[in-house]
């Protein structure tokens, strides 16, 4: 009896605190060696770059120098046929990057293959998480361009500065260049080169020429006083949307982004174009200004009185959806809204489109556009990949002015960018011939998203107040102070020092008349 | 006294049939009122992009198609013939694959594993009551704040984007949810047969798996049932630790995104399709649920 | 603290012998040492070293894009608590999520229990009846989330059913509203996650012994009475514990409202764990949000240990 007690007493309570004793003490000891074991792994101290700038390859375009690149590197020993390098993209530019894929690998014998991630953020959260585990799973990113300060800092991408000397990719001269600005802001951060830009997001306006032309001329110059045409500034737009805002016949006025991922971008192409700015040089913002809260009051006027509802909640595909059904008379939104609403068998209103410039604020008899560049996919080096160099050689061909052309014709979540491009045939038949050139106009008048260190958080917090005030939460300036107040707290958090940096270089990659504009008015020293 | 016993019986009878007609229509209207978001999932399914979100909506499509659904097996194939929107590189093949080894396995481990643990806690007090309540805590934590944590342990054990890293983890974080549902369906065996069993010579194992277990057998059915579900459509952390080989199906889902937005019609088409191997595991296990005493187990 | 009771050993009297390893196999102490050890084996293995990350995460001040090693993090020490409790955003989310839970699982339970009760009496095609009454579980939570999302659209189903069977004059701008947005997000769950309460009462209820409920038809209580008296207090444990697992599971709800509303308007529909996401993985603060759920974990576990405490002295 007694040996039976005993051994119902050893396994009945103490079960817990002895395992828990032993487990923590293996705990401990696998910790230390958990610890030893990440010791040896790679560190996230940037490497310096290479002593030396290395001469420039041999090749006419730049895809045959990246070809060249590939094979010096074979010939180095550094990479050999059917090594295999990871790229991770969006679901949506599959059409664009898989069949490239299959054509380099016949041309180099290395196996690149494609890992697509569906949500956007989540292509965020795994690039961080590649960033802290460093699994070398990814040799390629193509991410949103104001990621790359994060990706950066994090350590996780690769400074490609010299590679872009040594191996040329045309992108910021010559005849294949992209169009500046895109060439600087998908690309740059603190002055060094992070990324290839893939993509060219400006956001472009579209309105149903059919309604303009019916439109009763005569009613709108007695209602406004001038003529019927198509608008300079943003108080013409405002008063062109409310002229077509037709609750009755189920066409209302505009379909502009006010929700929870994008309600910045209206608010963002007033007060820049106002001559405003979301930092000074000391990162303080300046949203809460004159130009900021005037801006927000006559968006969320614009959106309460002339929208969909669904602009405020829901997601970024509504313009796609209510613009070819025909229930709205003007949207914005990517280019790619454009083929869409052209297409017979996609849209009622195949035929009725219209393109027009972005507006924007007249500055002492000076009209001044800012049209804001959203997302832009670009690409970058992961430095726990396989071998860094010939990633970049993928990237510059993909990118390249021969192979980029035919990838970015096929249909996809990428857009054109390089300044030959506009004029071809293919990319005139895929968008419209008429939209090109406004196209064009477009992305030089571009200003990119927020790039510093913390871009999400800084943006996600401006989104959530925009939003509120979007949907009448909240007053526009009080929206404006809260957002500024998290700001600031951010900024501390990461260090000012490191923040006013970027942010200066940052500013510097602003289209040239709104760095004027900013000069004229007297910020930024 | 025959009569009225006869005439009651016949009105008893007739009422009774008016009972099990009612019964019927009330389940018919409760199952209609249900099936609403299944009809318009199964309705998206069969559409054409252009009617994916169209007013004023049709539960029928005008044009019918079941280009969604070939599209998950044959990708490449333009959604509802529109040339501009191609879908996934990949067919749904690898993740459906995926998901009917991991989670039958996660589920099979987890519910053998939870009903042992069951047994020990309800019969033995087997960690007192700290053991079982810390397993829960499995259940109280946010997935969120676990991930990165688990991803650095998993990159330690070399176990990312891989099948035995996702039953591990499935199995783990599951196994509380088989404990505590074994424990309240074990507690309600009442012990005199278990006695009983044992006073007759059996082991205790014997007693356990001749005895209680067919005793609990719907219960165990039912924890079985969620237990799959849950690991059958885990998303967030089949997202953070696979890329490439080891996608189950919900993560296979978030793939169907394209240059205009959501694809929900693809996206509807896998929901149906990732639905049915759950709905035949539901079919079968209800042949299970009713368990009880009328077995004639007890001899009074 | 464990029960100190001692009860008769089921094993009767017999003595495992340590030299018979077969004897001490089928022994009973073997038996009771082995039953648990699978389970705490996984769980040791599987959780200590991310618990114990997470422990340390909350008490330094690390972010992945501060480009230091997380180990290489300095001490805060609790800071990051401090933080948590002064969050307005923080208190707001929990609120909030406690008041769905109550509603979602309060509806869960109310009709699971009135379909498992209906459902005891056999008649036509029963099997299949129930068959549809959990398809919804079964339906991965993307799908659930869009189905729902595209139902409560402004120019959706259900307001076009508004307008023109109910005779409303124009939609209702479900996301717009917080508390209309909340209602949307908690019919999905409920809609969802009302089997799992079914499934479960059913099962329950199906497992009880007939005889007490047959005594007392004998004795001629009412249908109301008998499910009083009876069934309920033996169904207490499984209610209980359905009760526990779906409340600490619709806590945690993430999936719907991230897809539905994303939080939105601002912050909403936000719920903790949302908040606790954008946190960790949009702005990057993965040691704030340890100690956020951190916190939650032992919040939790206080009170769900309160709830647990009646099924610990049940037979």
């Known amino acids: 009896m007694g040996e039976k007690d005993e051994l119902k007493r050893a396994f009945r309570r103490p079960i817990s605190r002895r395992d828990f004793l032993k487990a923590a003490g293996g705990a401990g000891g696998v910790i230390v060696l958990g610890g030893l074991a990440s010791a040896c792994a790679p560190k996230a101290t940037p490497t310096p770059a290479p002593a030396t700038p290395a001469a420039l390859v041999e090749g006419a375009t730049p895809e045959e120098r990246a070809l060249n690149g590939i094979k010096a590197l074979k010939a180095a020993g550094k990479i050999k046929d059917g090594d295999t390098f990871t790229i991770m993209h969006h679901s949506g530019q599959r059409n664009n990057i898989v069949p490239a894929l299959e054509e380099w690998n016949r041309l180099t014998g290395l196996n690149f293959q494609s890992a697509e991630v569906g949500l956007e953020a989540d292509i965020y959260t795994k690039a961080m998480n590649e960033a802290v585990v460093r699994t070398g799973d990814y040799d390629i990113f193509l991410t949103f361009c104001n990621w790359i300060g994060d990706m950066a800092e994090a350590g996780l991408i690769v400074d490609q500065t010299d590679w872009w000397a040594k191996y040329d990719p045309e992108i910021d001269h010559g005849a294949n260049a992209f169009v500046p600005p895109l060439d600087k802001f998908t690309s740059l951060y603190k002055g060094r080169r992070y990324a290839v830009g893939a993509d060219d997001d400006a956001f472009s306006l579209f309105y149903r020429k059919d309604i303009m032309e019916a439109a009763d001329k005569a009613a709108f110059e007695d209602k406004y006083g001038r003529e019927l045409a198509l608008p300079n500034t943003w108080e013409e737009f405002d008063q062109w949307i409310e002229f077509f805002d037709r609750p009755d016949e189920g066409i209302r006025g505009a379909s502009m982004y006010a929700e929870r991922y994008f309600a910045y971008t209206a608010w963002a192409a007033r007060f820049i174009s106002k001559g405003g700015a979301y930092f000074d040089d000391n990162m303080d913002p300046l949203i809460v200004s004159e130009e900021g809260v005037t801006a927000l009051e006559e968006q969320i006027r614009l959106t309460q009185n002339h929208m969909y509802e669904d602009a405020v909640t829901g997601d970024w595909s509504v313009a796609y959806t209510r613009f070819p059904e025909g229930s709205v008379f003007f949207a914005w939104a990517w280019a790619s809204l454009g083929k869409w609403a052209q297409d017979p068998a996609t849209s009622k209103i195949a035929g009725k489109v219209g393109y027009m410039e972005c507006p924007g604020t007249m500055h002492d008899g000076t009209l001044i556009r800012a049209v804001p560049h959203v997302v832009g996919w670009s690409f970058s080096v992961s430095r726990y990949g396989k071998c860094s160099e010939a990633a970049y050689c993928w990237i510059q061909w993909f990118t390249g002015p021969t192979v980029g052309l035919d990838a970015i014709a096929r249909v996809g979540t990428l857009d054109t960018f390089r300044r030959p491009w506009f004029d071809d045939a293919k990319m005139k038949e895929a968008y419209g011939a008429e939209f090109m050139p406004i196209l064009l106009k477009l992305t030089e008048n571009s200003f990119a998203d927020l790039g510093l260190r913390g871009a999400n958080e800084y943006l996600d917090k401006l989104n959530l107040n925009l939003q509120q005030a979007f949907a009448g939460q909240k007053g526009a300036e009080q929206a404006l102070r809260d957002t500024a107040d998290e700001w600031q707290k951010i900024t501390d958090r990461l260090g000012r020092l490191g923040q006013i940096e970027a942010w200066r270089t940052e500013r510097a990659n602003y289209p040239q008349h709104i760095q004027d504009l900013w000069k004229k008015l007297g910020k930024f020293a | ?299 009074e | 603290m464990a029960s100190k009771v001692e009860r008769p050993l089921v094993g009767g009297g017999r003595k495992p012998a340590p030299a018979r390893l077969l004897r001490v196999l089928k022994g009973e102490a073997f038996f009771r040492g082995v039953l648990a050890m699978p389970m705490q084996l996984l769980l040791w293995f599987l959780l200590i070293i991310p618990t114990l990350i997470v422990l340390y995460l909350s008490l330094v001040a690390w972010e992945p894009r501060m480009g230091t090693d997380w180990w290489q993090a300095p001490f805060s020490w609790f800071r990051n608590y401090g933080h948590v409790i002064s969050d307005v955003r923080f208190w707001q989310a929990i609120v909030r999520t406690i008041c769905v839970v109550a509603v979602a699982v309060m509806l869960e339970f109310t009709i699971g229990l009135g379909l498992a009760l209906f459902f005891q009496r056999d008649f036509l095609g029963k099997r299949l009846f129930t068959s549809v009454i959990l398809y919804p579980m079964m339906l991965p939570w993307v799908v659930v989330g869009l189905a729902f999302y595209l139902l409560f659209l402004e120019k959706g189903p259900v307001n076009y059913i508004l307008i023109h069977f109910l005779g409303f004059k124009a939609g209702v701008a479900w996301y717009h509203y917080p508390v209309l947005a909340l209602s949307t997000i908690i019919l999905a769950d409920v809609w969802q996650w009302t089997p799992f309460m079914f499934l479960i009462l059913y099962s329950g209820l199906g497992a009880l012994p007939r005889d007490p409920v047959e005594a007392a038809m004998t004795l001629g209580a009412s249908r109301w009475q008998i499910f009083r008296y009876i069934t309920m207090p033996m169904l207490k444990q499984v209610v209980i514990i359905a009760l526990i697992i779906r409340s600490l599971e619709a806590f945690k709800i993430f999936d719907l409202v991230f897809i539905m509303t994303g939080g939105g308007p601002g912050t909403a529909t936000e719920s903790i764990s949302l908040y606790i996401y954008r946190l960790g993985f949009v702005y990057g603060q993965l040691s704030y949000a340890a100690a956020m759920a951190v916190l939650i974990l032992i919040s939790i576990s206080i009170i769900t240990r309160l709830a647990v405490r009646p099924l610990e002295y049940e037979v």
């Open chain 2, 1 to 299: 006294m025959n009569e009225e016993r006869s005439r009651e019986g016949r009105s008893r009878g007739f009422l009774a049939l008016i009972g099990q007609a009612s019964r019927w229509l009330g389940a018919l209207a409760i199952c209609l009122v249900i099936l609403l978001p299944v009809v318009w999932v199964l309705s998206i399914s069969f559409k054409p992009p252009q009617e994916w979100l169209a007013y004023p909506p049709t539960i029928i499509p005008v044009e019918a198609t079941g280009s969604n659904y070939i599209v998950l097996f044959q990708p490449g194939n333009p959604v509802g013939g529109v040339a501009t929107m191609v879908s996934s590189a990949e067919p749904v093949t690898k993740a459906l694959i995926n998901s009917l080894f991991i989670a039958p396995i996660a589920t099979a481990a987890s519910v053998t594993i939870g009903f042992l643990a069951a047994y020990a806690v309800s019969r033995y007090r087997v960690g007192g009551t700290f053991m079982p309540f810390f397993t829960l805590t499995t259940r109280m934590f946010p997935p969120v704040a676990f991930a990165v944590p688990l991803l650095v342990y998993y990159r330690l054990l070399g176990l990312i984007d891989t099948r035995l890293g996702l039953i591990l983890m499935y199995t783990g974080f599951t196994v509380a949810f088989s404990l505590w549902m074994m424990k309240g369906f074990i507690d309600g065996v009442p012990r005199h047969i278990e006695e009983a069993a044992v006073l007759d010579g059996a082991s205790p194992w014997r007693v356990l798996f001749t005895i209680t277990l067919p005793l609990v057998r719907g219960g165990l059915a039912a924890t079985a049932l969620f237990v799959f579900i849950l690991n059958w459509t885990e998303f967030l952390f089949a997202l953070v630790f696979t890329s490439r080989e080891a996608i189950t199906i919900p993560v296979q889902v978030s793939h169907y995104v394209g240059a205009v937005g959501r694809f929900y019609g693809p996206q509807a088409a896998l929901g149906v399709v990732a639905s049915l191997p759950v709905v035949v595991a539901g079919y079968l296990i209800q042949r299970h649920l009713v368990t009880g005493f009328t077995f004639g187990l007890v001899r």
